[in-house]
């Protein structure tokens, strides 16, 4: 199947630093890619849909302002955590959606540890 | 958004075969069925995706009857390492492009 990576794999920040995470569609091109955060024990949460060229679609109770999305290139989605506090701390994944078939392949996470 | 049910947790021995059955009564016409893989701390791991009738490839087969209504995931001879926690999915289509919204899954133990 298609490949999807993140970067970086894991990361530990101060409170009040911004963070930004990077989702990568290594072998085809992805005009939607998706943003996700789970929780131990957890299943994923949809946070948002990336869309190449043009504003993020947030889900509702996600802060736009807090998860800054930019989609510059059919390849590379990324994720900005602004001004994370400890109840960041999670583990976000993205998504990318190739077509034909349709189908969604998902990065291996990063981590987030926010002090 | 359709919703999808699935039993919360399955137990197994290696060498047997694993049904997970799903259920989304509000499937809608456009919607596919996808299954995932998901390990600790990893992400999801597409395994298969399904129309209808029966979708079969090297690590697993898919089953959906006629009406869509339910579908099964079949695990033939698992191994200690096919332990996961597994996600049935039906995309939805209203945004115009299979938005997919992850349940509880199943989590799978096989045991030696």
């Known amino acids: 199947g298609a490949v999807v990576s993140q970067h970086p794999s894991r990361v530990i920040c101060k409170s009040g630093t911004s963070v930004k995470i990077e989702c990568r569609s290594l072998?085809?091109?992805?005009?939607?890619m998706f943003w996700y955060r789970q929780f131990p024990k957890q299943s994923l949460m949809l946070m948002a849909t990336s869309n190449e060229g043009s504003k993020a679609t947030y889900e509702q109770g996600v802060e736009k302002d807090k998860f800054l999305i930019n989609h510059a290139s059919l390849t590379l989605s990324t994720l900005t955590v602004t001004s994370a506090h400890p109840e960041d701390s999670s583990f976000y994944i993205c998504s990318a959606r190739e077509l034909k078939p349709e189908t969604q392949y998902f990065g291996p996470g990063t981590r987030l540890l926010v002090l | 958004l359709a919703k999808t049910t699935q039993p919360i947790s399955m137990d197994s021995y290696e060498g047997q075969e694993v049904n997970i059955t799903c259920s989304h009564n509000n499937i809608a016409t456009n919607d596919y069925i996808t299954w995932y893989q998901q390990f600790p701390s990893q992400g999801p791991r597409f395994i298969i995706q399904g129309y209808k009738t029966k979708v079969t490839n090297e690590v697993a087969s898919l089953f959906i009857p006629a009406d869509r209504k339910s579908s099964t995931l079949s695990l033939p001879r698992v191994s200690l390492s096919d332990t996961a926690v597994y996600y049935c999915?039906?995309?939805?289509?209203?945004?115009?492009?299979?938005?997919?919204?992850f349940g509880t899954g199943t989590r799978l133990l096989v045991s030696p």
């Open positions: 072998d085809f091109q992805a005009t939607t």
């Open positions: 999915l039906v995309g939805d289509w209203n945004t115009g492009f299979q938005k997919l919204v």
